[in-house]
């Protein structure tokens, strides 16, 4: 099944959707403004009825997975359940309906949720403030170096580096480099873990801090943090805490505790938030108290149960986006704190980490596992031992799709070749994941017998492989004025 | 427990296939002074008392109506047909994740593409990318852009970019160790010239001189700019602007307490390989289907690390796909109806206001589409009135720029009837 898109099911006949009239005597945009500032001509948007658009949507709808309909076991996303009351929270007019520069005498209720759901994931991280403004984690990253950085600078030291694992997530050297630091690379060593050795070489005055992922990218719980936190420290470096793989351990053990002075939170995968095919998100970030005065402005405070926005900040980095972040995904995130509670939060930790052991095991004969377990809540395993029937990482992948399936995350960590990393969540029952480990045995099985099988797939979904590379060469020739099919966008064919 | 689905026999049964005794086999890793015994919470609620609770929240916010709001500075209150919250609300779309496999997520793949494909055509430009998290970051974002492709370390704000904008566009540039300066004389260090329009106050400002200025001067040109006034603005295209970014809320999107919504950027074609974020094109499978996939990917942090073009990972996909409901159930025809609807009534309440006693356009000389400032005594007080009277009035400025005493910028758009401009007037005559 494809769809055509939009454009080309335009019809310029179609009659437009009938709208408000102006029902006032005014004059013509065309009577007021000169013709320098007028648009010369339309833009080239589709025409098409309510009905046709609607059929459109709904079609390119049923050409998705989703975590509504499928397994989902994408490592490192935690792509469990997103409760359908949230949703019903955050369209609650009282919240939808406010503008954001409003009084603050009129938005206390919003106010109160934010403080609450502050105070919360204080409790959960082990934190003395967290800002809700950041709008994804990336972004959450990148705000916690700009403190970290403002950190350093107050004290009149200048550090220029930022120390980051070879397995860590991509957005962390980004991140890093965007505040303007120099990243350096830290390797892990043979059992997956940080190397100490190699860390207390690249650690020195000129390092501002270390990103660390906990546990880390392979599923592993970094079992010396805390002496890696005590090296950190003691050279003045800070110890930065990238919240992706939060879901392991709440109410198990606190990042603050184990002496991360900043730790960003993915809302969009540990509190429910849905990923929106792409966002929006949110990542806050909590600070222990000596990063407490460079939080983006404004923070929310409460005195004698009123609420207000504090802009008088004066160390404050500013601000990291318009308004006060995300407030909807802010609305569901505490609408999913508050039905799970402590307890909730507890166990959704303990049977993430159980469903991701099982699952593990269930697959160990099947599949390479580069590392010793036990895992923590998602396991990296290699395909490694298929690459003699000539099967990679992503025929699998591709395989598993054609199995009703989405696949796990592949080729990442890059410290692990044919890597299948795979979350499954505490959302996922224990018949699904049977379900799973049988599709990996019959993959693993059809890799013998039939391995051109795997390099077909997928089979059953709209297309089949796309290619990409050259989809890059149209692209390329566009770029380089060779062509002029911009390949990234639409464009009407010239009658 | 809400949303868990294992239960106590799975647990057990489960230990058992992995061959341990307890939960603390699995969590042997974690030291043991590190273990705490719960979480300080309180104990999770049945959905009915969780929704009781947080509608009770909601219920403390005080909601004004559509019709008497007057309120913009960046968030508006505009129509937004059902279709958007139709398929916003379709769990195909809202519980996926980024499209990493592209066979099973053309639905998001296509709707995003199309999405690129109208912000292109809205301003007028080669190629828009697939969303920022708001226009705020957008400015920061091209700005980055300018910065890497010119080599040059400062950037100037010309005129009443939205203050947040500005603030959010300093933080960026503090990283970078990038200048940001006021003022309308591009120099030899300028990376960017960035203006918006309409600007913050709701005036025009001359686009295309300024877009000119900054060429003279070797720099881009970075247009800040409102979708829906461009059904009737010269689109960034048309004057020549390098970059243009804006935010999208009016796109179908609801005020929401300021987010989420969504950021625009598009470019021209030599600019491409600068643009942040996620960009989508088309491919073809081997029977020769068409598809769409992650294009140009090598700019991106997952593949470039400390070298990527941004840090962006998650953008504001859903919002995206909001606006491209929003944009196609308007057409053209529509959008151009929205925005000359706004720009009437705007215009006639700018007429009405200015006739009051003591009441007069702050800039008289200046032409706006639906969102104007106003000099007027006791602005506070004004504000205040209205709210008694249920409206949601002007924004007062001088929180920002000292200069602008007295002043407040009005907004009006299709949601406020002509009724609703008479009740307007009429509380303030009271």
Same mark, same amino acid.
């Given at each position: 099944?494809?769809e ?17 009239e ?24 589709p ?15 049923s ?7 499928q397994?989902y ?10 409760p ?6 955050a ?21 109160e949720l ?48 930022v120390l ?6 991509g ?53 010396q943090?805390l002496?890696?936190?005590e ?7 800070m ?15 606190r ?13 969009? &995968? ?13 990542g ?9 005065p460079?939080?983006p402005?404004?923070t ?8 207000k926005l ?23 995130a ?13 166990q %959704? ?31 990296? %395993?290699?395909?490694?031992n298929?690459t003699? /029937?000539g ?6 992948? &591709?395989?598993?799709? /054609?199995?009703d399936f989405? %696949?796990?995350?592949?080729y ?7 890597a ?18 049988? %599709? ?42 060779q062509?002029? /099919?911009?390949?990234?966008?639409? &464009?009407?064919?010239? &009658? | ?19 341990? $005794? ?6 042997v890793?974690?030291? $043991?002074? !590190? ?34 709001t007057f ?10 047909p059902?279709a ?6 379709k769990?195909?779309f ?11 997520s $053309?639905?998001?793949?296509q ?13 007028? !430009? ?9 226009g705020?970051? *957008? ?36 990283g ?7 003022g ?20 025009? =400002? ?36 390098d ?6 809320q ?20 030599e ?14 499978d ?5 598809g ?8 991106e942090?997952?593949i ?45 309440l700018?007429e ?34 209205l *709210? ?8 007062e =400025? ?11 910028t ?16 009429a509380?303030?005559? *009271?």
């Amino acid at each position: 099944m494809t769809e055509l898109l939009s454009f080309e099911k335009s019809r310029p006949a179609a009659s437009p959707p009938r709208l408000p009239e102006a029902d006032v005597k005014g004059l013509d945009p065309s009577q007021v403004l000169g013709p320098d500032l007028l648009r010369q001509k339309a833009p080239g948007l589709p025409q098409l009825s309510e009905p046709e658009i609607m059929r459109h949507y709904s079609r390119l709808a049923s050409m998705n997975y989703s975590i509504s309909e499928q397994f989902y076991p994408l490592g490192s996303c935690t792509m469990k359940y997103n409760p359908v009351v949230n949703e019903v929270a955050a369209a609650l007019p009282g919240f939808a309906g406010l503008h954001p520069y409003q009084d603050e005498d009129t938005v206390q209720g919003a106010l109160e949720l934010m403080w609450r759901l502050e105070r919360a994931l204080c409790a959960v991280v082990g934190v003395e403030r967290v800002t809700l403004q950041p709008a994804a984690g990336a972004h959450g990253e990148w705000t916690a170096l700009r403190m970290i950085s403002a950190y350093h600078h107050s004290r009149g030291d200048n550090r220029t580096e930022v120390l980051v694992p070879d397995s860590a997530h991509g957005t962390n050297p980004a991140s890093a480099a965007l505040s303007g630091f120099q990243v350096v690379e830290v390797k892990s060593g043979p059992d997956g873990r940080i190397s100490l050795a190699d860390l207390e070489s690249k650690l020195s005055p000129r390092v501002a801090a270390l990103m660390l992922t906990n546990p880390n990218t392979l599923g592993l719980f970094e079992r010396q943090i805390l002496d890696i936190a005590e090296m950190v420290h003691a050279t003045g470096a800070m110890l930065y805490y990238d919240g992706a793989n939060l879901n392991a351990f709440m109410g198990i053990c606190r990042p603050g505790d184990m002496g991360f002075d900043a730790v960003h939170m993915n809302l969009h &995968k540990t509190f429910t938030t849905p990923h929106g095919g792409g966002g929006p998100g949110a990542g806050p970030v909590g600070v222990k108290a000596e990063l407490v005065p460079f939080l983006p402005t404004p923070t929310v405070e409460r005195t004698n149960g009123h609420l207000k926005l504090d802009f008088k900040r004066p160390k404050s980095i500013g601000r990291v986006r318009s308004f006060y972040g995300n407030f909807g995904m802010l609305v569901r995130a505490y609408s999913y704190v508050v039905a799970m509670g402590g307890d909730g939060l507890t166990q %959704a930790s303990r049977d993430a980490v159980l469903s991701a052991n099982y699952l593990r095991k269930q697959v160990e004969n099947d599949l390479e596992m580069p590392h010793e377990g036990p895992c923590m809540h998602e396991f990296v %395993a290699s395909a490694q031992n298929l690459t003699h /029937d000539g099967v990679k990482a992503l025929d699998v992948a &591709k395989a598993l799709l /054609d199995r009703d399936f989405y %696949a796990p995350t592949i080729y990442f960590p890059l410290v692990v070749p044919e890597a299948l990393m795979v979350e499954p969540t505490e959302t996922e029952s224990k018949a699904n994941l049977d379900a799973f480990a049988a %599709a990996i045995k019959e993959i693993v099985a059809e890799a013998k017998s039939n391995p051109q099988a795997l390099h077909d797939a997928p089979q059953n979904l709209p297309v089949g492989r796309l290619d990409e590379v050259a989809a890059a060469r149209r692209i390329n020739a566009y770029l380089q004025g060779q062509s002029e /099919d911009p390949v990234l966008r639409w &464009k009407t064919p010239e &009658k | 427990m809400p949303y868990l689905v294992h239960s106590e026999e799975d647990r057990a049964s489960m230990l058992e296939s992995i061959g341990v $005794q307890s939960m603390d086999d699995l969590l042997v890793d974690i030291p $043991q002074s !590190l273990r705490i015994g719960s979480l300080d919470l309180p104990d999770g609620l049945s959905e009915y008392e969780t929704m009781s609770q947080i509608a009770s929240l909601a219920a403390r916010n005080r909601v004004f109506p559509d019709r008497l709001t007057f309120r913009g500075g960046g968030v508006y209150r505009r129509f937004i047909p059902a279709a958007v919250a139709a398929v916003t609300s379709k769990p195909e779309f809202y519980t996926a994740y980024t499209p990493y496999q592209p066979e099973a997520s $053309q639905g998001t793949l296509q709707a995003i593409f199309e999405f690129q494909t109208l912000i292109a055509e809205l301003t007028a !430009l080669d190629v828009a990318n697939a969303s920022l998290y708001d226009g705020a970051t *957008a400015v920061a974002e091209a700005a980055m852009m300018a910065h890497i492709h010119t080599g040059r370390n400062e950037v100037m704000v010309s005129g009443y970019l939205h203050p947040e904008y500005v603030e959010v566009l300093r933080a960026f540039c503090d990283g970078r160790g990038i200048k940001v300066r006021k003022g309308t004389e591009p120099g030899p260090k300028t990376a960017a010239v960035i203006f918006q329009q309409p600007d913050f106050l709701g005036l025009l =400002v001359d686009a295309k001189t300024l877009t000119e200025n900054a060429h003279a001067a070797g720099a881009l040109a970075i247009a800040c700019v409102d979708p829906i006034s461009l059904a009737i603005l010269s689109p960034p295209g048309e004057y020549g602007a390098d970059i243009a970014v804006g935010e999208g809320q009016q796109l179908g999107l609801s005020p929401s307490y300021g987010g989420p919504h969504v950021g625009f950027i598009s470019c021209r074609r030599e600019l491409v390989r600068r643009l942040p974020g996620r960009l989508i094109g088309i491919a073809h499978d081997k029977q020769g289907r068409r598809g769409f996939v992650l294009a140009l990917s090598a700019r991106e942090q997952h593949i470039r690390r400390e070298k990527a073009s941004s840090n962006i990972c998650t953008n504001h996909s859903l919002c995206a796909l909001a606006a491209s409901v929003y944009m196609t159930y308007m057409g053209p025809k529509g959008l151009r109806q929205v925005a000359e609807v706004s720009f009437k009534r705007a215009h006639v309440l700018a007429e009405r206001l200015a006739a009051l006693p003591g009441w007069e356009p702050a800039f008289p000389d200046r032409q706006f589409v639906n969102e104007f400032p106003m000099r007027v005594p006791k602005a506070s007080a004004v504000v205040r009135k209205l *709210a008694r009277k249920g409206i949601l009035g002007p924004i007062e =400025v001088q929180r920002w720029f000292r200069e602008l005493k007295g002043v407040v910028t009005f907004t009006c758009t299709e949601v406020n009837d002509a009724r609703a401009l008479d009740e307007l007037l009429a509380a303030l005559e *009271a």
